[in-house]
């Protein structure tokens, strides 16, 4: 599971709302080019990405494997039919590049978590979102972060518990039974407690958050962002390229 670790990388020293910009930009970018050398340079990004984050690509694919299955599955459904021809090999090429475009924006995302502090995420959502919904919305994400890998952490000790005491003579039908009532009864009491600790502490639902500040290096990644962000409405409005304008 991949979640923010301390570090002096440029990544970690940038404000949490140029990233959240850039990486906006990108995934918009992404998942609406089909250029190839789009794409190709799109994918430089993420690999420089994960490169300054000090991030290894094995460790993101590792982490997100279960959505890589589901996602190399897209090209074989997408060209099944029901009637001769059974398949229709066309329609794989398409599927496939989706989801090696959702690969990419993983990347990203995976950069993004490694370097924020959740504080500092859940500081640029309520500070540009206003009212009540900007501290919902920045709680929401802020327990999450800290709630989903806890709830992971418990489902592979349920398997590991379930495994030691003979699950794997059980057929898969009563396994995926037993570890499903088990992560559910877990999940509960993680949120039972969970509830109990915010009342212990007091919990504020507008908390004095750290401050946010643009550095230089700030301001050409917020640029970055933008330029994405218009390549992807160039992509999806079907405007001609710069080069192709007539004179």
């Keep these: 599971m991949i979640a923010y670790e301390h570090g002096t990388t440029l990544f970690h020293r940038l404000d949490p709302r140029s990233k959240l910009v850039a990486q906006f930009g990108f995934a918009f970018a992404a998942v609406t080019t089909t250029e190839p050398s789009v794409v190709a340079v799109l994918s430089l990004v993420a690999l420089g990405t994960l490169a300054v984050a000090r991030l290894s690509v094995f460790r993101v694919l590792w982490t997100y ?27 794989a090429p398409p599927s496939l590049l989706a989801g090696y475009q959702v690969v990419l924006v993983l990347f990203v995302s995976a950069a ?109 990644l917020v640029a970055a962002g933008l330029l994405l962000t218009g390549l992807g409405f160039v992509q999806v409005l079907g405007l001609p390229a710069a080069g192709s304008l007539p004179v």
């Design 112 to 220: 993004y978590v490694r370097t924020t502090p959740v504080r500092e995420t859940r500081a640029a959502i309520q500070r540009h979102v206003p009212g009540r919904a900007g501290q919902l919305l920045g709680t929401g994400v802020g327990l999450v972060f800290r709630f989903f890998p806890v709830v992971l952490r418990d489902v592979r000790r349920a398997r590991l518990a379930l495994r030691a005491r003979g699950g794997d003579e059980l057929s898969t039908r009563e396994r995926i039974q037993r570890l499903s009532l088990l992560t559910v009864e877990q999940a509960f009491s993680r949120g039972e407690r969970l509830a109990l600790a915010l009342r212990a502490r007091c919990f504020s639902w507008n908390p004095t958050l750290p401050r946010l500040a643009f550095g230089r290096a700030d301001y050409p």
């Design 65 to 91: 494997r279960f959505v890589l299955v589901l996602l190399a599955l897209g090209p074989l459904f997408a060209s099944l039919r029901f009637g001769p021809p059974w398949l229709a090999l066309e329609h």
